[in-house]
């Protein structure tokens, strides 16, 4: 059974950072690009973040380029998402993703597999 488990969200003033973890279990986590999507009320899903399978390639929303920083770690099974100078804006449920292919770019959220649960990031001005 495939579980993407986010973790690191909570509360933070606007211009803090947040680190948020998406812990893989059930597959083969190397042959997968994964991503970072999220989603605020009344909102349609949007692309946050995308890596590639082996991690070289990375890929940003233009909302969070120059802020966010995606990474990964493919011995612990763990993507990463490190959120600088966050902005009320980016108040949302973040998810993360799992695409069997290698496009780690593609906002189009129905490419991708697997998900998690999402975790709230909610930030305060």
């Known amino acids: 059974q495939v579980r993407l488990v986010e973790s690191g969200g909570g509360l933070v003033q606007a211009g803090g950072s947040l680190r948020l973890s998406c812990a893989a279990s059930g597959l083969t986590f190397s042959n997968y690009a994964i991503a970072w999507f999220r989603q605020a009320p009344g909102k349609s899903r949007e692309f946050v973040a995308g890596i590639s399978q082996s991690g070289v390639g990375t890929a940003y929303g233009a909302t969070v380029k120059g802020r966010f920083t995606i990474s990964r770690d493919n011995v612990k099974n763990t993507v990463y998402l490190q959120m600088n100078s966050l902005e009320p804006e980016d108040t949302a449920v973040y998810y993360c993703?799992?695409?069997?292919?290698?496009?780690?770019?593609?906002?189009?959220?129905?490419?991708?597999?697997?998900w998690g649960q999402g975790t709230q990031i909610t930030v305060s001005s």
């Open positions: 993703a799992a695409a069997r292919n290698n496009l780690y770019s593609n906002i189009n959220s129905a490419a991708y597999n697997y």
